[in-house]
């Protein structure tokens, strides 16, 4: 009775709109941090993948109030604001999100040092990817230390996002 009564209210919090566009809104936020120019020499090669925590957070917590259609929309749009080939960050971040979908079970429940070990992996691994895809899209091999440079500044920075998402998370949603 009182599990009822719990996944009602439950319900209830998550049914409310603004609980159901949170993590589309907090997505698109990312792409908008991640697109800021930095008066910094070099940054857009380095900027930290803001995009890729999001999706990463609410893959794990929420994955279906973040449908891969909206993935795919939200890759597009960072593509097309980045002036990347389209398609390059919604593949990215599609097949991340296969990825955490698929392990989502390890991370639910479970400490954050756990989790940032996953964001990690999966970031290392995205990282890379995009190296290699960029790499056979200019048909040249490009410098690999703006990638590993990126990739330590992405999982650095992930604790702060993780901390912020889940806030955020808190405050709209009940956490189950």
Do not use: E
């Not at 709109?17 to 990312?30: E, G, Q, S, Y």
């Not at 989790?115 to 490009?142: E, H, K």
């Amino acid at each position: 009775m009182v599990l009822k009564a719990v996944t009602a209210a439950t319900r209830q919090r998550v049914d409310n709109a603004a609980a159901r566009l949170l993590p589309i809104v907090t997505t698109l936020i990312a792409v908008i941090i991640s697109i800021q120019p930095a008066p910094i020499p070099g940054y857009a090669a380095v900027a930290p993948a803001f995009t890729l925590m999001a999706v990463y957070h609410w893959t794990i917590y929420r994955p279906r109030l973040l449908p891969p259609l909206s993935v795919f929309l939200i890759g597009v749009t960072q593509d097309l604001l980045t002036g990347t080939p389209p398609g390059v960050n919604a593949l990215v971040m599609l097949l991340a999100r296969a990825i955490v979908l698929r392990l989502r079970r390890h991370f639910v429940d479970r400490p954050f040092p756990f989790v940032w070990t996953g964001f990690t992996m999966l970031s290392g691994g995205a990282m890379l990817f995009l190296w290699a895809l960029y790499c056979l899209l200019d048909r040249a091999l490009i410098d690999f230390r703006s990638t590993i440079f990126r990739a330590v500044l992405t999982i650095s920075l992930f604790p702060a996002a993780s901390f912020l998402l889940g806030r955020t998370q808190r405050s709209l949603m009940s956490t189950g």
